[in-house]
């Protein structure tokens, strides 16, 4: 299959995932392919806070975000790290069977505390014999050169991932959402976590206020830009106890409904390396803290409804990708 884009054309790429019939690099194809195994991530609960709640750059946190919707780890009693791990393990143990295991601290911002308490936390977790590697969701503005070097320390024994916030690249839409940095500070992060042995992972948002379908594939093209290992993608849902739930209501954002958040994905899908693996392609939210909307509820049946839509289009992950142009010798 081939795909003519202006004057050249795009073979599909004979990549693995490919090969397994999938049309995107999905995570789980990624974790079998590099460990040979069925990994699950155990979320655990290190206590942080964010630069945009206490103060330091803004008040009152992202505008969309309740960390008790996003981490399973803040709908519970915080315990010890271990005991959460214990109990991580314990239920994914008798849900899906797991071959292994990464920590994954997810909620809040994971490298916001001193050097000390970091590597307190981070020791703590990977010491826990059933744990292979170690995930750390944080912002962009968080991760000084001596944080980095602490990861990196880890990277040197197990596998680890930074994920970083980059949400959009356009600054007005930053903005609105409160997060108290800009675009420029993404890839910045970015650049110095680059040859640490460190896997990074961007988060991105479609379906901001004002944000067009040409604004959403200049994100896509930023984020290729910044050649990142892997992507998480969310759709804009509304959770409740939030200033967007309060704008929500009053009528003065919208949500995209299934189908146009469809071609919005695919699209966005479309324009990305073939090697970058999407670890994520929806937000979700439990029944009781998500407002709008509805459909993602369902998540698996999108999850098929995609796959069914990528076959019928004959598209796939990359298709609109340009390949690099061959340098003379």
């Not at 590697?133 to 024994?157: F, N, W």
């Not at 970083?164 to 959402?177: A, E, I, N």
């Not at 991105?204 to 594939?217: A, K, N, T, Y």
């Not at 009781?288 to 995609?306: D, G, I, T």
């Amino acid at each position: 299959m081939s795909q003519s884009v202006g004057e050249e054309v795009v073979e599909a790429p004979p990549r693995g995932w490919r090969e397994a019939g999938l049309r995107y690099y999905k995570y789980n194809q990624f974790l079998r392919e590099r460990f040979g195994a069925r990994i699950f991530r155990v979320t655990v609960d290190g206590g942080f806070t964010c630069p945009n709640v206490d103060g330091k750059v803004a008040l009152g946190g992202c505008v969309y975000c309740d960390n008790r919707s996003f981490s399973p780890t803040r709908r519970l009693p915080r315990v010890p790290l271990h005991q959460q791990i214990d109990r991580g393990i314990a239920m994914l143990e008798d849900r899906y069977g797991p071959d292994g295991y990464f920590a994954y601290f997810q909620a809040a911002t994971n490298t916001y505390a001193s050097l000390d308490k970091l590597k307190r936390l981070y020791d703590e977790v990977v010491a826990h014999p059933r744990i292979q590697g170690l995930v750390i969701g944080t912002r962009p503005d968080c991760v000084a050169d001596p944080v980095l070097d602490l990861i990196e320390s880890y990277a040197k024994r197990m596998y680890v991932s930074l994920e970083y916030g980059l949400q959009t690249v356009h600054q007005r839409s930053l903005d609105w959402m409160n997060r108290g940095h800009d675009v420029a500070c993404y890839y910045d992060a970015v650049e110095r976590t680059r040859g640490r042995g460190i896997d990074i992972c961007a988060h991105v948002i479609l379906g901001l206020p004002g944000e067009s379908f040409d604004d959403m594939m200049q994100t896509a093209e930023g984020l290729v830009a910044s050649n990142v290992d892997a992507v998480k993608i969310h759709n804009l849902h509304v959770v409740g106890d939030t200033p967007m739930e309060e704008q929500f209501q009053r009528g003065e954002i919208a949500i995209l409904d299934r189908s146009e958040y469809m071609e919005v994905l695919i699209a966005f899908l479309e324009r990305l390396p073939e090697t970058m693996v999407v670890q994520r392609v929806t937000g979700d939210a439990p029944d009781n803290y998500l407002v709008a909307p509805a459909w993602v509820e369902k998540k698996a049946s999108f999850l098929q409804e995609l796959d069914r839509e990528f076959q019928r289009r004959d598209t796939w992950q990359g298709k609109l990708v340009r390949p690099s142009p061959v340098r003379k010798s």
